[in-house]
């Protein structure tokens, strides 16, 4: 039987599900780029990691307030340049050993020292001068200069016994012994790759156990495929690549047995420019168009782009039209540009700055330099993802008015063009946290790699030092209305460089399965999203259809729907593509 169809997801499910052992999978549309928490990069990989291991703090459910998780309290010196936390007593590791404040300085520190440790957090540890562990419940922090990324730092710790015996960091993916020790709420136990990925329940989390015994992530290339898979029974939950498309949603409405989530979602969808591949030794890489270093046409190629139209016909209106960098679902952050400062859709404008960037018509109606050379740009796309498809096809129309062409080249894995340099633009995409100190980070110049030959953390190799300005100034202060004015008037520059447009902030379009799920929490509890969270909560928090449990943790409830019994299937979403330093819609955290 083929890995992958409906038929064998069920049987291996079944196979695995003797003894009334209660098995939610889920099915994703996004394969693993690594199981080490100090690579990965992907909305897959770091949601897995979010089970695997604890962090210092998490996100309340509810607004996103930080709240205990391996730290159990945290307060600074009056200078704020030191940081002390209390690492709770009762969280052990997989393996039977304690988790102490020993694990977590030595995370840090090897981030601190290892450059291949630091691939895809080093920024949360840029500003750190010492880490140190004076008992296994005490943690102390000291930082260069002010870092109000404190209770926000998104680093899985890990067991120190167990990776002090790594020699490569920049190598080891982590997934070749099984079980994975770790603390959180689920213990890795098995994995194959661009198949699946199965864990087992923590029964001594200390937050308590999760109600499913197993969580079982599986790999759905085709996303009609995953759909058909929810609507026979096969599957619990879908979440798409990364969101249901209108018509699997409305497909999905009218079945009694299946509810459709519809919520503002944590995402931005946005067209990235190549603005010339260069590392921080200086060294160029790459084959970007230099077209693309001139700012006007930039601008131009974005103003060619009708973000309405991609809400109206792509989206369905399941979509908020793009404007800055974080989606409107982080209010405090969130900022759109002036009516004078705005690129709006205006194609006729358009025409005009590329004619004064020299690129004219000739004969043949295309835009050309002046050697002559027609205009033509490659677009790295997700071959999963149906939204760049189609918005893919409306840019090959609008930017041919234009005189320019395109050629879509949508892979599997964008990683490794996107890593080299090799595109002209790209679709991209990023899942925000609450703390948006992260997805600002990729931006700076010192997220670049450190040569060709490596990986940075960067989105897209920009670097300009008024944004890394205002970077260090957003880190390094505390008042969150004063933080978050430095943080729009970075957004203000990124929209001005024009090496980002951000298209739409695509709502969260999932589906379960309600004879299966009898509850499970959306974050915002209120109408948020299930796949993909800031935290463990929907994973760890879902209660099954036979449970006989209707409160399902402590967590508040954000759906609760009635049930039946049998194997969980969780289609997951998952395109998100990053290369957390350095990303495409495909993966972002």
Known sequence: MT????????????????????????????????????????????????????????????????????????????????????????????????????????????MMTDQGAATANGSFVGNFAQVTAPSPTKLVI?????????????????????????????????????????????????????????????????????????????????????????????????????????????????????????APGRRFYALATNPGAQAKNGEKFGDGDPSLLDERVRHALF??????????????????????????????????????????????????????????????????????????????????????????????????RLGIGITLDCLDNVTDPWLAGKYDLAFDGWSVNPDPDFVLSIHTCAARPATPKDTGATDDFICDKTYDELYAQQLAEYDPAKRADIVKRMESRLYDLGYMNVMAYPNAVEAYRTDQIKSITTMPSKAGNIYGQDGYWSWWSAVPADSGDSSGSSVSTGVVVGIAAGVVVLVGLGVLFAMRRRATAEDRE
């Open 142 to 262: 000291r930082l260069k200069k002010p870092q109000a990324t404190m209770t926000a730092l998104d680093v899985p710790i890990v067991p120190k016994h167990i990776w002090e015996k790594v020699k490569d960091f920049s190598k080891f993916n982590n997934d070749k012994t099984f079980p994975i020790v770790g603390n959180g709420p689920f213990v890795l136990t098995d994995y194959k790759p661009d198949s699946y990925v199965r864990l087992k329940a923590n029964k001594d989390f200390w937050r308590g156990a999760p109600k499913f015994d197993e969580l079982l992530f599986r790999y759905y290339k085709d996303q009609d495929a995953a759909v058909a898979a929810l609507r026979k029974g096969e599957v619990s939950f879908v979440a798409g690549s990364p969101s249901l498309t209108p018509a699997q949603a409305a497909s999905l409405k009218g079945d009694r047995n299946i509810h459709v989530n519809d």
């Open 3 to 110: 890995p992958g169809t409906p038929q064998a997801h069920a049987a291996e499910a079944h196979d695995k599900d003797g003894g009334g052992k209660k098995v939610l999978t889920v099915a994703v549309a996004q394969s693993v780029d690594s199981l080490s928490p100090f690579l990965a990069v992907r909305l897959l990989s770091t949601s897995i990691n979010r089970l695997m291991y604890e962090y210092l703090t998490d996100y309340d459910p509810k607004d996103a307030h930080a709240v205990p998780s391996l730290a159990t309290k945290w307060e600074p010196s009056p200078d704020k340049l030191t940081w002390t936390y209390t690492i709770r007593g009762d969280s052990k590791w997989s393996d039977g050993q304690q988790a102490t404040a020993e694990d977590a300085a030595w995370t840090f520190n090897k």
């Open 303 to 400: 103003m060619a782009v009708d973000r309405k139209a991609i809400v109206d016909k792509v989206f369905q209106g399941h979509a908020v039209e793009g404007q800055g960098y974080i989606p409107p679902r982080f209010s405090s952050y969130f900022w759109k540009p002036s009516a004078g400062q705005e690129l709006a859709y205006d194609p006729v404008k358009a025409g005009q700055l590329l004619d004064q960037a020299g690129y004219r018509k000739n004969a043949d109606g295309k835009r050309a330099g002046k050697d002559g050379k027609p205009l033509n740009y490659r677009v790295l796309c997700h071959a999963t993802d149906p939204n760049d498809k189609a918005v893919g096809k409306y840019l090959q129309e609008w930017w041919g």
